[in-house]
């Protein structure tokens, strides 16, 4: 289906002719460049660990040798089996205003001290020298109709990205590339390896963004968005309020941000004067945890560190996502955020896989909900791929998605128009494993519990350990009741797949049949009734299997923003469900 | 032709209709041979051999280091588990798997725990790979793998006239999607 549609959008003829002589990136990028840490192939760290082990091992040797050839036996032997709990105070006063110490320090030659600076010194330089030869050799251009990128150092790599298989463009610049006029480029393609399938380019001058920008511009046959394109053929579709932004990012409790946004603001404040204030602010926090380290206190500190992660992961949601606008052109989709790096993407629509529409508890409260898309290659980690709108109204998120899609798949909106109606909601017979989730899940562990606390006496009553399976089982039960009610599903009569499922947010996927790639019915080997677990999935970044199914089983496995599930329908109907889809 | 064991096959799946194949009209069916089975402990013991290895190994040196403890022989447990889990997963896996074909579309049902029932659609392959072990090639098994854009399904092993239908089979499929 993609084939076809990609066919339609890009003229083979044009892209073919298309030809950007071969270019550096800007002299500035070497900040940004030197900045960033290498990528670490799977090769690169089976090299080092070694290289590494081998280093400390030569050291310690080195060492030994030293040792060896400067005292005498007898005196290693004195100071191997030298009392160190009869040094106190006074004795340390006396080694230091004694003169044994400072004869021996003259008597050491001055290598001593000047190989290990010699050697630090040389491994910085070189590490600089390295970078720095590696980002000169970085060159770019386009060669008919194929975008390539070649570099390396010691092994030369080269990436060809031919336009066809283009998935989306994105130009970014940071404030301080603003005020270089410099723009980051970054074209993707739908290969799940992310990086090693795009062309990432940190940071070109503001013309040879340009140039780029025209040749993707004469391939798609329409403007594509960048920070200078002019905004006529464009229909504006949706902007995102700040109450809405932030309704949404209070649900944003993601722990990988808020540690990296953490050592950004670490890095940031260990400039000028801020350096004191965060070091005391630190031997401050570090100080109350060592006084106070009963559980009360170790319950309130991380309370505290949890309120203080998510306060960062709403501001770095906000910041990421604020001034957001979505308008179309044709086929293309264009994304501006951002309130400090701002980014243009493009989205060629028909590359899109799949609709999430992703209520949090926040944003059920306001009616609001999140817009999401599965592209092929894209993965839930890659949030910000995949944001279509980080906040719409129910109400005007039909009229969004028909604007949107009007000339490539204009039943999407009526897709969602009519769910509230026409779901299949789930058999009575499901509602029990629903409910009883968690207590399944928390039954091995209780058990343990019990018998552990049973076999070895503590004076509290083995029925102790029960207690994490009432009050969890029960919270889960509550959930699980609400989870039962959301679940459903439906397919229309043009062959468009409906699923809602809530794990804490409610998530209504809808895609097209044709866009299903497998369709899966599972249930427990034992003890199973006639419920089972219907999973569809849609092009995205299918994961090779894990430890556990290699040794459990075969399977395929896809990852939550390209999965379709309905657990608990009846086997007839998911039997039906999956001829259906398969038509 | 081998001999399949057709006459079982509704016996294959419990619990479940769905998880029978005995239902599905049209398509061919095929349950675990008795070569299958035969390669699955085969390979089972091979898998939870290698698994054991530097364990138990690694046990017997400790063991001659430091004499008996508590330490080694946890170790040496930790091997045995590795061995017998992957054995016992070698005996029971050609009970729960089985495979259908038609010329356009595949359905696998597997797995030990969960059983799953995959459908895929030979359109939707990207990259067909058939590999065939040291075990499987003399009782003439290979495994299937097809990945398509969202993940890998396999058939863990089936003779060669099946193999050799069912890769035509994904290969007009391969054309005919490159023709649209």
């Known amino acids: 289906m993609s084939t076809r549609s990609s066919r339609a959008l890009i003229d083979g003829q044009i892209v073919d002719s298309l030809d950007v002589e071969s270019q550096r990136l800007s002299k500035f990028s070497l900040f940004w460049y030197l900045k960033s840490i290498p990528e670490l192939t799977m090769g690169t760290i089976a090299t080092l660990i070694p290289v590494i082990v081998g280093a400390i091992f030569a050291l310690g040797l080195l060492i030994d040798w030293g040792i060896r050839r400067s005292f005498t036996e007898e005196q290693i032997e004195t100071a191997i089996n030298y009392d160190l709990d009869s040094i106190d105070g006074a004795k340390i006063e006396e080694w230091i205003e004694g003169s044994a110490f400072i004869d021996w320090i003259s008597g050491v030659s001055i290598w001593a001290f000047l190989v290990p600076v010699l050697v630090a010194f040389t491994l910085i330089i070189g590490w600089l020298v390295i970078r720095t030869l590696q980002w000169r050799r970085i060159r770019f251009g386009i060669e008919d109709g194929v975008i390539w990128m070649t570099g390396g150092l010691f092994t030369g790599w080269e990436r060809r990205l031919p336009i066809v298989h283009v998935q989306s463009v994105e130009f970014r610049s940071t404030p301080l590339q603003r005020v270089l006029t410099l723009r980051g480029v970054a074209i993707s393609s739908a290969a799940p390896e992310g990086k090693n399938a795009s062309i990432e380019l940190l940071a070109v001058r503001r013309g040879v963004a340009d140039e780029l920008a025209a040749n993707m511009q004469r391939a798609f046959g329409v403007s594509i968005d960048t920070p200078e394109s002019a905004d006529d053929a464009s229909v504006p579709i949706a902007m995102v309020g700040w109450k809405d932004l932030f309704v949404a990012a209070a649900n944003s409790f993601e722990v990988r941000l808020s540690v990296v946004s953490l050592y950004v603001a670490y890095q940031l404040l260990g400039q000028g ?75 060629l629509l028909p590359h899109v896989q799949a609709l999430s529409f992703i209520e949090s508890p926040a944003q059920q409260l306001i009616d609001d909900g999140s817009l999401r898309m599965t592209l092929p290659g894209t993965t839930r980690d890659s949030l910000e791929r995949t944001m279509l709108l980080p906040a719409v109204d129910r109400s005007v998120t039909i009229d969004v998605l028909e604007r949107l899609f009007a000339e490539i798949a204009p039943e999407t909106g009526n897709a969602l128009r009519t769910i509230q109606g026409s779901l299949h909601r789930l ?65 229309d009569e043009r062959g468009v797949l409906a699923v809602r499922e809530r794990g804490l947010s409610r998530v209504t996927r809808v895609a097209r049949r044709e866009r299903l790639v497998w369709t899966r019915a599972s249930q427990l080997r034992l003890f199973a009734g006639k419920n089972v677990t219907f999973v569809a999935s849609v092009a995205g970044a299918g994961a090779r299997p894990g430890i556990l199914s290699k040794i459990l089983g075969y399977g395929l496995v896809s990852r939550s923003d ?13 039997i039906e469900l999956i001829d259906r889809l398969g038509k | 032709m081998v001999d399949f064991d057709d006459a079982d096959v509704s016996t294959v799946g419990r619990g479940s209709t769905i998880f029978s194949p005995s239902q599905l009209e049209g398509w061919t069916v095929r349950t675990p041979s008795p070569q299958a089975r035969r390669w699955s402990v085969l390979s089972g013991l091979a898998h939870g051999l290698v698994w054991a290895f530097p364990f138990v190994a690694f046990a017997f040196v400790w063991r001659r280091v430091d004499g008996d ?93 099946d193999i050799d239908i069912i890769e035509d089979h994904v290969r007009i499929a391969m054309q005919r999607v490159e023709a649209l």
């Open chain 1, 273 to 347: 004067p801020f350096k004191r204030w965060r070091d005391q602010m630190i031997g401050q926090v570090t100080k109350y945890a060592q006084e106070h380290h009963d559980l009360a206190h170790v319950l309130l500190i991380l309370a505290g560190a949890l309120l203080f992660f998510w306060v960062f992961s709403i501001a770095i949601y906000v910041a990421t996502f604020a001034r957001f606008r979505l308008r179309r052109n044709g086929m293309l989709a264009f994304i501006e955020h951002g309130l400090l790096t701002r980014r243009w993407r493009t989205v």
């Open chain 1, 427 to 491: 058999p009575p017979s499901a509602r029990r494993s629903y409910l009883l989730r968690w207590v399944w899940r928390l039954l091995p562990v209780t058990s343990i519990l019990v018998i552990g606390m049973y076999l070895i006496p503590g004076g509290l009553n083995p029925l102790w350990g029960g207690l994490p399976l009432v009050v969890i089982g029960a919270f889960g039960a509550w959930l699980g009741n609400i989870r039962f009610r959301d679940a459903g599903w439906r397919v």
């Open chain 1, 562 to 574: 390209s999965r379709f599930r309905v657990r608990g329908l009846l086997d007839t109907e998911a």
């Open chain 2, 69 to 161: 403890g508590f330490w080694p022989a946890l170790i040496f447990a930790i091997g045995i588990v590795f061995l017998i889990v992957m054995l016992l997963k070698g005996i029971l896996a050609p009970r729960t798997w089985w495979f259908a074909y038609t010329d356009r579309e595949l359905i696998v049902e597997h797995g030990i725990l969960f059983k799953a029932r995959d459908q895929l659609s030979y359109e939707r392959v990207q990259y067909l790979e058939r590999r065939s072990g040291p075990i499987m090639r003399p009782l003439g098994l290979a495994s299937l793998a097809f990945d398509t854009a969202a993940g890998r399904a396999a058939i863990p092993a089936a003779v060669q006239t």
